[in-house]
């Protein structure tokens, strides 16, 4: 209730502002290009993303809500912390889940996240759940829990490629358990996702991302990582991200 009238700000703010453009004009050509917005460019995207996080926002960007990625953001922190909650009750006592939860609001990159027009909240989201779905499929040997599992994996990696990270403790769960045939199907849900978003992303031009692909690191520039000046003000990258 405290973070929610952050969800309003402007953008641009001065919380997450150039991720936050991104995230705006990614969801701006999901509502008006539909699947082709994932054979453009929009400045400071990640070359691993297909920009899930922004295709959530862009029904309520459609009806006017500029800022909807915020919200986006703030819901997925909330369910986050509460799916944190049960899968550490899962193997521990509900006073130190609760805790797990606790700590989750006290550090500030993870508030910070949560009213933010980013998608670091919703990875977290859907890695947690990806994990707990794995857990519960092991306990109930119930094959919607395997397919909630593979569910969370597939959108994981759409909002960004090492979210597939998280396919190791997801094995780990099943392998531990016996379960070889969860396993083999988690490992192969992924690394088919992966290949599909990498097939998708360099079909854009330059491969699909970020400024500073054009610019620094997008070509034969590498000596001025070397240079001094490049790293002092005023011409520094931090002072020339923010101008």
Same mark, same amino acid.
């Given at each position: 209730?405290?973070?929610?009238? #952050?969800?309003? /700000?402007?953008?641009? *703010?001065?919380?997450? @502002?150039?991720?936050?453009?991104? %995230? =705006?004009?990614? $969801? ?18 990640? #070359?691993?993303? /297909?920009?899930?996080? *922004?295709?959530?926002? @862009?029904?309520?960007?459609?009806? %006017? =809500?500029?800022? $909807? ?175």
């Amino acid at each position: 209730f405290i973070l929610f009238p #952050l969800i309003f /700000l402007p953008i641009p *703010s001065q919380i997450n @502002s150039l991720r936050s453009v991104a %995230g =705006y004009f990614q $969801a701006v050509a999901v509502v008006r290009l539909g699947t082709q917005s994932l054979f453009i460019n929009t400045p400071v995207e990640n #070359l691993s993303s /297909l920009h899930f996080h *922004s295709m959530l926002s @862009s029904p309520l960007v459609a009806i %006017g =809500y500029t800022e $909807a990625g915020r919200l986006i953001s703030l819901l997925a922190a909330v369910i986050a912390v509460a799916a944190t909650v049960r899968l550490v009750q899962h193997w521990t006592d509900n006073e130190t889940a609760f805790l797990s939860g606790t700590i989750l609001w006290l550090i500030p990159l993870f508030v910070l996240g949560s009213v933010s027009f980013a998608p670091e909240t919703l990875s977290i989201l859907l890695t947690t759940m990806s994990v707990l779905c794995a857990v519960r499929a092991v306990d109930s040997e119930q094959n919607q829990w395997i397919a909630g599992c593979g569910i969370f994996l597939v959108l994981g990696v759409l909002t960004h490629l090492w979210e597939a990270i998280i396919l190791l403790p997801v094995v780990v769960v099943f392998i531990h358990a016996r379960r070889w045939s969860g396993a083999i199907i988690m490992c192969v849900v992924t690394l088919t996702t992966v290949a599909i978003s990498f097939l998708l992303t360099h079909l854009q031009p330059r491969g699909g991302s970020s400024l500073a692909g054009y610019s620094i690191f997008g070509g034969s520039n590498w000596q001025y990582l070397i240079d001094l000046n490049w790293w002092l003000p005023p011409l520094g990258p931090l002072n020339t991200g923010s101008q």
